[in-house]
């Protein structure tokens, strides 16, 4: 027989980035192990970023549920749309450098829309959901987050209906996650999110999350099972690396203030100075959201006519720019509490068969994926001397790994490799 889950998702095409992707693929596969999955989603979401390529991913004859979402960027448009925009995509600058307006939008989405913005569609859906569940038979739903107040809609489902078997999952941490410290909060309001934290980890039958560190994390809060499942990748059909002559370094993905590899630019700046032949091949691509500081930065180390900036482009855009790269770069928020952060690019990095250089904290939980998968290289963002010679040893090797890339340990990150132990769990 045939099982129901009722999967409860604020990201879904036409959003944009990682996020959405996570889902939309499990729901592609679950089917193929008799899992029948059913989306419910915002009808009018305010997504930052759109990416209308992913509709044509999304898996047909799947049920998919929408109801109505009221969020607060409609009034904060009207005090400034380019203000409200920056914020709710996440690219924030240092708060040196933000302005009266900017703090007031931070105290306001900080202290008075708790969990999070989104907090307006907890009790409309739990409404719907309510009755959904008891004319559908419904015994297992699934909350993703952030947002996080999706988890409260599943914390409040639970509590009407005990017996339910409630599912979250954790794409990033709660109250740990980087961008809190830029939100002005109060201590009340910090402390507020703890609880709510608690409460759910509690009263969760099962917590799933992306990386071994946020387990640990969570393990401190909660003796509830939780399991690892990370982000993957999907079926791709990856072209080959030709060396063109061309040095590419490229990122894809959101690069935030905090996410300044000033170490990097200072790297690729001797090296345009001390080798002819690096600076005429050499070209440093961004694709997807930066901020004006991590630009400026770029540009103070004398780089700009290297940079390639591109802004955001569609998911199949992003995959062409992976596999024309000669090596592509992963940049975490040096602080101990992204040492558990995962990025989903990172998976699809992977499949791409490209060089890695990847900056973070120490002891970082991709070091362990990099290191397992002979994929590249991670360093601290103080390792200068060893990113160095390594970017001089992949210049001289055209771009080649001096060790082969270990494909049998890349394959389990694949989506349906991942969808098994989902479906494992889910049928518990």
């Known amino acids: 027989m045939k099982q129901k889950v009722l999967i409860i998702a604020y990201y879904w095409p036409p959003a944009g980035g990682p996020g959405v992707q996570r889902w939309l693929k499990f729901v592609k596969y679950l089917p193929e192990f008799d899992i029948v999955p059913i989306v419910y989603v915002p009808e009018n979401p305010n997504y930052p970023i759109i990416d209308n390529s992913l509709l044509t991913e999304v898996s047909e004859g799947i049920t998919i549920l929408k109801q109505p979402i009221k969020e607060p960027y409609g009034w904060a448009n009207a005090l400034s749309r380019k203000q409200t925009k920056t914020i709710s995509s996440g690219i924030l600058p240092k708060e040196k450098k933000q302005s009266l307006l900017q703090k007031f939008l931070l105290y306001v989405r900080g202290n008075f829309f708790i969990p999070d913005a989104r907090k307006g569609w907890i009790q409309p859906s739990v409404l719907y959901l309510k009755q959904y569940i008891q004319e559908n038979a419904i015994e297992t739903i699934i909350t993703t987050g952030p947002p996080h107040s999706l988890h409260l809609i599943g914390k409040e489902l639970k509590k009407w209906k005990p017996n339910l078997n409630w599912f979250t999952d954790f794409r990033d941490p709660w109250t740990t996650i980087g961008y809190h ?13 703890k ?23 969570f393990t401190a809060i909660t003796q509830k099972p939780i399991t690892v499942i990370t982000n993957g990748y999907d079926d791709r059909e990856v072209i080959a690396h030709r060396y063109t002559g061309k040095f590419i370094l490229a990122h894809i993905g959101s690069l935030l203030s905090d996410r300044c590899p000033e170490m990097l630019w200072q790297v690729l700046k001797e090296l345009c100075a001390e080798n002819t032949d690096f600076k005429n091949a050499f070209r440093l691509v961004l694709a997807g959201k930066v901020s004006a500081e991590v630009i400026e930065s770029i540009q103070s180390h004398g780089l700009k006519d290297y940079l390639d900036f591109k802004g955001y482009v569609s998911h199949s855009e992003a995959l062409h720019i992976q596999e024309t790269a000669t090596a592509l770069l992963l940049i975490e928020i040096d602080s101990v509490n992204t040492k558990g952060i995962i990025a989903g690019k990172l998976f699809e990095y992977l499949s791409s068969k490209r060089p890695i250089i990847a900056i973070g904290p120490e002891g970082a939980d991709i070091k ?22 390594w970017i001089v040893t992949l210049f001289k090797n055209r771009g080649k790994l001096d060790n082969d890339i270990n494909n ?21």
């Not at 410290?181 to 999110?193: I, N």
């Open 181 to 193: 410290d830029k939100l002005r909060m109060t201590a009340r309001t910090k402390e507020k999110h």
């Open 368 to 389: 362990d994926i990099i290191e397992e998968t002979r994929s590249g290289i991670f360093t601290t963002y103080s390792d200068h001397d060893r990113i160095k010679n």
């Open 195 to 217: 609880q709510l934290e608690r409460e759910v980890l509690q009263e969760a039958n099962h917590i799933i999350v992306t990386s071994p560190g946020t387990k640990r994390e």
């Open 408 to 428: 049998l340990e890349i394959q389990k990150y694949h989506r349906k490799s991942l969808t098994v132990s989902l479906a494992q769990l889910l049928k518990n």
